[in-house]
């Protein structure tokens, strides 16, 4: 997978990117776990730093008013 093809998180559909991970019982669920997590994680640091940058300083979280 190369870093370059991703600047942000895909959509689920994306089989490259995501694999799924299917359990069955009484709740069928269906997980999606990032099949490279480095590169998850700074497209996730990523997108958190451009919605912090779209707020307030008074409604960053993290921050004391």
């Known amino acids: 997978m190369s870093e370059s093809t991703y600047t942000e998180i895909p959509d689920t559909s994306d089989s490259t990117y995501w694999e799924s991970n299917s359990k069955t019982g009484n709740v069928r669920s269906t997980t999606f776990?990032?099949?490279d997590k480095?590169?998850?994680l700074r497209l996730?640091?990523?997108?958190?730093?451009?919605?912090?940058?779209?707020?307030t300083k008074r409604n960053r979280k993290g921050s004391s008013s």
């Open 33 to 35: 776990i990032p099949r």
């Open 38 to 40: 480095e590169l998850h």
């Open 44 to 55: 996730k640091k990523k997108a958190w730093a451009v919605i912090q940058a779209g707020l």
